[in-house]
């Protein structure tokens, strides 16, 4: 399935762009697991002010993104939402 520009609008929107947005992904050489808790915490925050929080985590979903904080999601949460919808 191919995604048109139109389609990602809502990115515009996001409470993540800027500085803020290191929050939402582990570093590259990962992260001791307190360190990684108060990031996603810090992510979540920001999620919960974001107005495209529903189509960002529909997006997320959708592409079975396996990184990062996704509307207000982490991985771990994502997989048992996929779970969830497939057993139903």
Known sequence: ???TYREF???????????QASAFFPPPLG??????????ERAKQIC?????????????????ERH?????????ERRNLLLASEAS
């Open 1 to 3: 399935m191919t995604m």
């Open 9 to 19: 609008d809502w990115q515009a929107e996001a409470a993540c762009r800027g500085p």
């Open 31 to 40: 992260e001791p697991r307190k360190e990684k808790a108060r990031r996603e």
């Open 48 to 64: 919960g002010t974001c107005v495209v929080r529903s189509q960002c985590l529909d997006y997320a979903v959708s592409i079975r």
């Open 68 to 76: 990062g904080i996704w509307g207000g999601t982490n991985e771990n």
